[in-house]
Nanobody, 124 residues
Framework: QVQLIESGGGLVQAGGSLRLSCTAS????????MGWFRQAPGKEREFVAA????????YYADSAKGRFAISRDNAKNTVYLQMNSLKPEDTAVYYC?????????????????WGQGTQVTVSS
């Protein structure tokens, strides 16, 4: 399993942007599908975006399409989530997760390793 560390969360006004980063330990980062999930207080953890690797590509939740972009730098063992046009309903703890091999899954149970999470708060 890989160890994941997120960063980049914070407080932003509605309409603003944030970029989250997730750095993974280990030498096999390029073999993993990397995903972002979020969990708001009192709600279940939900899928945001993921990038399949080595096959496939990025895929998004409907709530993220057109506003968020996931990317990865395998040389740096890092995956990013660029979030634009943020809304108050995007407020949540954002988690990075990994799954070995190519995948198009959006189910949290399909991802085996998780980071500690980073708080994103969007004020109205």
């Amino acid at each position: 399993q890989v160890q994941l560390i997120e960063s980049g969360g914070g407080l932003v006004q509605a309409g603003g942007s944030l970029r989250l980063s997730c750095t993974a330990s280990g030498r096999t980062f390029s073999r993993y599908t990397m995903g972002w999930f979020r969990q708001a207080p009192g709600k279940e953890r939900e899928f945001v975006a993921a990038m399949s690797w080595p096959a496939g590509g990025p895929y998004y939740a409907d709530s993220a399409k057109g506003r968020f972009a996931i990317s990865r730098d395998n040389a740096k063992n890092t995956v990013y989530l660029q979030m634009n046009s943020l809304k108050p309903e995007d407020t949540a703890v954002y988690y990075c997760a990994s799954r070995l091999g190519a995948s198009d899954s959006s189910r949290p149970s399909d991802f085996g390793s998780w980071g500690q999470g980073t708080q994103v708060t969007v004020s109205s």
